[in-house]
């Protein structure tokens, strides 16, 4: 998904990085835009990376290289809630909050759905003959597909809970 049409309205914006490139900053990674600009068939960023310290902030600057603009936006995207709590989070967290941020309806219901129908209706087929094992498969497979949703949208919302929890017992608040 392109957040961007044109790679100058990246300067001087903060992006969590969400793939990681061998020699870049890795995923779950804040990454301030310094520089941005088209190059010839390319693009280049110049950003830096601030990494928390309960001493000082370690900043180390980079030059990245992409392909277009799509490229860099797979790489790394706007986050503010990310940007803002960076500190409360460890960076497994950050990552595992990629992870589930990340997936999509034909990336992780449609592979499940499609693996729970081949059982539900070999095993229909098996035990019960003819059209009533068509009819049971038909019924099972529906109620794979809406429970499959339910968990693919309550992950979402339940990974979010649990970052707000994170960052707001520090506060003296509990979000249930």
Not at 64 to 77: D, I, V, Y
Not at 100 to 123: D, G, Q
Not at 147 to 172: A, H, N, P
């Amino acid at each position: 998904m392109t957040y961007l049409l044109n790679i100058d309205e990246a300067i001087d914006r903060k992006f969590l990085v969400t793939k990681s490139v061998k020699g870049q900053a890795e995923a779950g990674t804040i990454i301030h835009v310094m520089d941005a600009e088209n190059a010839s068939n390319s693009v280049v960023v110049n950003y830096r990376v601030t990494r928390y310290n309960e001493k000082f902030h370690d900043y180390q600057d980079y030059t990245a290289k992409f392909e277009n603009l799509a490229q860099f936006c797979k790489w790394a995207q706007p986050d503010n809630f990310i940007a803002r709590n960076y500190e409360s989070f460890s960076i497994k967290d950050i990552q595992h909050y990629i992870k589930i941020k990340n997936r999509t309806f034909t990336s992780f219901c449609l592979p499940i759905i499609l693996v729970a129908a081949i059982i539900i209706f070999t095993l229909a087929l098996l035990l019960l003959k003819g059209v009533l094992g068509i009819v049971i498969g038909l019924v099972l497979t529906l109620v794979v597909s809406v429970g499959v949703l339910f968990v693919f949208r309550d992950q979402k919302k339940k990974e979010k809970m649990r970052l707000y929890r994170k960052i707001s017992s520090g506060w003296g608040i509990v979000i249930e």
